[in-house]
């Protein structure tokens, strides 16, 4: 069984897990929907997840997980949950970009960063006392600015700063 993904294949995966965890059963249909794709875009996925052994996949039936499949599902699903947790409740993106950002970035961090942005959400949350006011300085400083300053004003200096040492 080949063990790597296409960043694809992992969303289909995803969205099959998703979707019967809300669902109960996935059916082509709901796949089609949820990845707005053609039925045969799908069909063309389930084929190449079926032959890697991550589901159980028959036409004009219901799509099931294996094992193997539930588990990777699993590790997807919880992986875009820890970006989309960062993007919107520290960064304060909304959940609709948070998620399809996350989406996009799921698939090239690694597990170390992965453990860095855990790390940083359970300090930020739980083991900083002063979690909840650097949160809300953070995100007051993004929307206003802050000592007659923007947040702009700030990434250009320290884009600048960067370019500098880079170029010592």
Not at 48 to 58: D, H, P, R, T, V
Not at 132 to 148: I, T
Request: proline share 2%; hydrophobic share 35%.
């Amino acid at each position: 069984m080949v063990r790597e993904l296409s960043s694809t294949l992992e969303d289909y995966l995803e969205a099959i897990y998703r979707i019967e965890k809300e669902k109960r059963v996935t059916r082509p249909r709901d796949i089609s929907r949820d990845q707005n794709v053609a039925g045969s875009t799908v069909t063309a996925a389930l084929q190449s997840l079926a032959q890697k052994g991550l589901i159980n996949y028959e036409p004009y039936e219901v799509v099931t997980l294996t094992e193997e499949g539930r588990k990777r599902a699993n590790q997807l699903f919880i992986r875009h949950s820890i970006i989309e947790d960062f993007l919107q409740n520290i960064l304060g993106l909304g959940p609709e970009r948070a998620s399809a950002t996350a989406c996009d970035m799921e698939h090239s961090v690694d597990q170390e960063a992965l453990e860095c942005f855990v790390c940083f959400l359970a300090f930020v949350k739980r083991q900083s006392p002063h979690g909840a006011k650097w949160l809300d300085d953070f995100r007051h400083f993004v929307d206003e600015g802050m000592n007659g300053r923007s947040c702009k004003q700030c990434m250009r200096e320290y884009m600048k700063e960067l370019r500098h040492e880079t170029q010592s």
